[in-house]
């Protein structure tokens, strides 16, 4: 079975540029999230969806921020425009409905913002 | 609301060590509980898991016991091998809350 897959694997940009991430989930999966993963703050969650529809996006640090999900099979992280801060490894993961369910991981993009 | 405490890294151990690493958890509501692992570059992984007390979940080599009476979840493996060394992340999802709380991770060295 496919997992999840995100695109690209590694992104680097200048400051000032437009970024976007990708994620197809594994199908039939209810809920995707979009997590953020550095040194200094450890795994943070940016936003979750379920059944494309955003849920809580407490998360997404700033404006410059978003993200959409336009079907079921993929979703995008925009930031616009980027800054050296947001260099990290950002995470796809998606679970199915129910709470035993695990989430599972994408392989991550690590982002550099020179 | 929930919250994963886990034990502070890093965490230095030879090869063939026993390895325990905590995990305690605060929930409203009766969890789920995992734990993942995170290789080196790699993404987060799903190790093992228990949906009630008294489970024991076991993958690898390595165990966890849902321990409601302590909100515990305790990873432990008999012998650790270099290709453990890894970050370990202990979680709970409850049936109200579709996210999972994440508990800070375990860095875990293995040395020859």
């Known amino acids: 079975d496919a997992g999840v897959i995100q695109s690209p694997r590694h992104e680097v940009t200048e400051m000032g540029q437009e970024v976007t991430l990708r994620c197809k989930p594994i199908?039939?999966?209810?809920?995707l999230f979009w997590y953020r993963q550095t040194m200094m703050r450890g795994l943070e969650l940016l936003i979750y969806?379920?059944?494309?529809?955003?849920?809580?996006d407490s998360g997404m640090p700033e404006d410059r921020f978003s993200a959409k999900m336009p079907n079921a099979s993929f979703s995008t992280l925009k930031i616009q425009p980027s800054e050296p801060r947001d260099s990290a490894v950002y995470f796809c993961?998606?679970?199915?409905?129910?709470?035993?369910?695990?989430?599972?991981f994408g392989d991550g993009t690590r982002l550099s913002i020179l | 609301g929930n919250s994963v405490t886990q034990m502070e890294g890093p965490v230095t151990l030879s090869e063939e060590a026993f390895l325990t690493i905590n995990c305690t958890y605060t929930?409203?509501?009766?969890?789920?509980l995992f734990w993942y692992v995170q290789y080196p570059g790699e993404g987060l992984q799903l190790l093992l898991k228990?949906?009630?007390?008294?489970d024991k979940g076991s993958n690898k080599g390595f165990e966890a016991t849902y321990r409601k009476e302590t909100t515990s979840f305790h990873l432990e493996k008999g012998s650790v091998q270099v290709s453990d060394s890894a970050v370990y992340f202990c979680?709970?999802?409850?049936?109200?809350?579709?996210?999972?709380?994440f508990g800070t991770g375990t860095r875990l060295q293995v040395t020859l």
């Open positions: 993961a998606s679970s199915g409905q129910n709470s035993n369910q695990p989430q599972h």
């Open positions: 199908s039939g999966h209810d809920y």
């Open positions: 969806f379920n059944n494309n529809v955003p849920i809580d």
């Open positions: 929930a409203t509501g009766y969890p789920s």
């Open positions: 228990a949906t009630k007390a008294d």
């Open positions: 979680a709970l999802r409850t049936r109200t809350a579709s996210k999972l709380t």
